[in-house]
């Protein structure tokens, strides 16, 4: 079973700073990668994917991907207290292409 | 476009009592998931239908958890007979196609107390 571990949390930071999120994984053969948000009592949204290794940017939003060093993390640029939530990192499985989560770290926005 | 659909929306049971879902997908997409989230964990793959045929089904605890998906649309989800272990949000997604390049919708999930 692959794993996925991420630090719980909670991730606190003010108001317009940069929120920096990591997720390691284990299996070096995991080639695409994911981060969803979930607000309390809601089910997760996508917020990006990554393939390959390097950043990807969008909006506020930049994932980076470092494979050799198996991990993958999320940028939150100028942090809005509407950012708050559970960011959850997860990756494609094998050849079902299904989705491992990681138990999602708690980030808190301070005003 | 309608999002995923899913009934009902909490259920509280005793445990060694049955329990189903409903899950109805968005039009057309092929991939259908259930997942189970325990609170403080993130969601965890039971079952994976593509169209009416189960994909992957390696970590759905076949004694008592069974689901189907009858003509490659609607699904159900049963427990029998539950247990305290069970409780849990489960969550019902579906996608395109089969890959990481589509996006899975999630519904918005059954909340399963067990008592």
């Known amino acids: 079973q692959k794993e996925v571990e991420q630090n719980s949390g909670p991730l606190s930071v003010p108001e317009g700073a940069i929120a920096s999120l990591n997720c390691t994984y284990s299996?070096?053969?995991?080639?695409?990668f994911f981060w969803y948000r979930q607000y309390s009592g809601k089910s997760p949204e996508l917020i990006m994917f990554?393939?390959?290794?390097g950043d990807k940017e969008d909006g506020r939003f930049t994932a980076q991907l470092n494979k050799a060093s198996q991990y993958v993390s999320l940028l939150i640029r100028d942090s809005q207290p509407s950012d708050s939530a559970t960011y959850l990192c997860?990756?494609?499985?094998?050849?079902?292409?299904?989705?491992?989560f990681g138990s999602g770290t708690r980030l808190l926005v301070r005003p | 476009e309608a999002g995923v659909a899913q009934s009902p929306r909490y259920k509280i049971i005793e445990k060694r009592q049955s329990v189903a879902f409903w899950c109805n997908p968005i039009?057309?997409?092929?991939?259908l998931y259930w997942y189970q989230q325990i609170l403080g964990q993130g969601p965890k793959l039971l079952i994976q239908?593509?169209?009416?045929?189960?994909?992957?089904d390696s970590q759905l605890p076949k004694d008592r958890f069974s689901a189907e998906r009858l003509k490659g649309v609607d699904s159900t989800l049963k427990i029998q007979p539950a247990k305290l272990e069970d409780s849990a949000v489960y969550l019902c997604?579906?996608?395109?196609?089969?890959?990481?390049?589509?996006?899975?919708?999630f519904g918005p999930g059954t909340r399963l107390t067990v008592t």
């Open positions: 997860a990756l494609e499985g094998d050849s079902s292409y299904k989705l491992i």
């Open positions: 299996d070096r053969g995991s080639q695409s």
């Open positions: 997604a579906s996608s395109l196609g089969r890959t990481g390049s589509y996006e899975q919708d």
């Open positions: 990554i393939y390959s290794n």
């Open positions: 239908f593509q169209n009416n045929g189960v994909v992957d």
């Open positions: 039009s057309g997409h092929a991939t």
